[in-house]
Structure formats: C-alpha cells, structure tokens
C-alpha cells in the first residue's frame, strides 16, 4: 500500500500538468492573425483601392486599416485609413484606401485586430506600387507566328468575248481628172486626120433634125397662142368699152 502511493501521486501530478497544458494551449489555438488578401504582393494600384481579407478572434474587439510609405523609415511611420471597424469580417471587404492623397511610390498595407484585453495582432504588410500619374509597365506580350494558311485557287475567270462586226467601206474607184491638154481637137469635116483618111462626121450632124423641128413647132404654137390671147383681150376690152359708151346717158 505504502509502495503504490507514490505512483498515484505522480499519476495525479502528471494529468494535472496535462490539463494545465491543455488549458493553456487553448487560448492560442484560437487566436487566428489577421490577412490582406488584395491587393497582391507588388501590385501597381490607382485612385481608391478595395482592400480584401479576413479580420476574426474569439476575443474581438475592432480592426484598423493603416498604409506606410516603403521602406519603412519606423514602426511610428504607420498611417491611419478610414474608420474603426467593429465587425468581423471573415473574407471581404475590409475598407478603401484612396492612394490619389499620396504620391506616386511604393507603399506597404497592413490591417490590425484589436483584442478585448487592449492587445493586438498584425497581419503581415502587403506592398503595392501607387501609380496614379503614370502607366504601370506592362510586360510585352510574345507574339506568336500565326500558321501559314495555304491559298485556295481560284476558278478560272470566265472570259467575255463581244463580237464587234466588222464594217467595210467600199469606197468608189475615184475618176481620173483630164488635163487640160488631154482633151482631143476635132479635125475639121472634110480633112483627114490620124484615123488613116476616114472622114469625121460634121459639126450640123452632132444635132438630131427631128428634136430641133419639134422644139421649132412648140415654140410657133406657144407663141401664136399668146398673140390670140392678147387679141382677144384687147377685142373684148374695146367692146366693153363701146357698149359702156352707149349704154351710158
């Protein structure tokens, strides 16, 4: 009996110390730090830039938001953002920073949660690039060969053919002009030329008898009836006249 007392009561020291331990590790198992998710690591940001994470603790009191400029001249350079925040908030939003009231740099974000007992835990700083006044580098993209694309050929062109009919100008077989002295003299009627003594007809003989008597008869008839016509127009005027003469008192 005596020989087992030891025993129990170094069983007892060692579940008392197990419990102690217990105890004691609890409270840090619960104990979460807080995270800024975005902005990523080295991110260039402009204007008014959405600061997201998780801000949780079982003894929750509040988080804060701060930015510093990098690097980080002191633990006092740290600068306030916003508004206290007494709500947790798991994964979201956590606040806005406007980096248009700093100039264009480096900066490091950081969000703190405040415990109940006055204590606080502080995520790790998150670095960004402010660029407000300029365009952030952008990595050239490669440009990739496009494939070579095989032509397709094309159908033969139709070709148009437009019959033009073809116009012939017949042009007349022009007249020779005589010369002047190509004109050939009549020899005289009665004499022998170069026609080896044949006699030539004579100048009278050129003339067709028989139109020149009808062109003589025509004209004695034509004129014979105008003298008639006279006649009797003057005949017929005269006795007009004489009737008038007598008829007249």
Known sequence: MKRSLPVTILLMLSLILITAGSVLAAPRAQEQRPVLAQPEQDAAVRGVVQLVGTAVHSQFLRYELYYAPWPLPSD?????????HNQQQPLGLLGAWDSRSVPDGAY??????????G????????????????????????????????????????????????????????????????????????????????ALPAVGDLFDSARLLYVA??????????????GLFFGVKALLYWLWQKIRP
């Open 76 to 84: 006092q350079s740290w600068i306030f953002i916003g508004d206290v």
């Open 108 to 117: 490091v974000l950081r969000v703190r949660v405040v415990k109940q007992d």
């Open 119 to 198: 204590n606080y835990l502080d995520g790790d700083p998150r670095r960004v690039l402010v660029t407000n006044t300029r365009v952030p580098d952008t990595p050239t993209p490669a440009v990739t060969a496009a494939p070579t694309e095989i032509p397709t050929p094309l159908p033969p062109t139709a070709t148009i053919v437009v019959a033009v009919p073809t116009v012939e100008i017949v042009t007349s077989a022009e007249t020779p002009t005589p010369e002047p002295g190509a004109i050939p003299i009549l020899p005289a009627a009665g004499t022998d030329g170069d026609t080896g003594g044949a």
């Open 217 to 230: 008869r025509t004209t004695a008839i034509y004129t014979t009836g105008l003298f008639v016509a006279l």
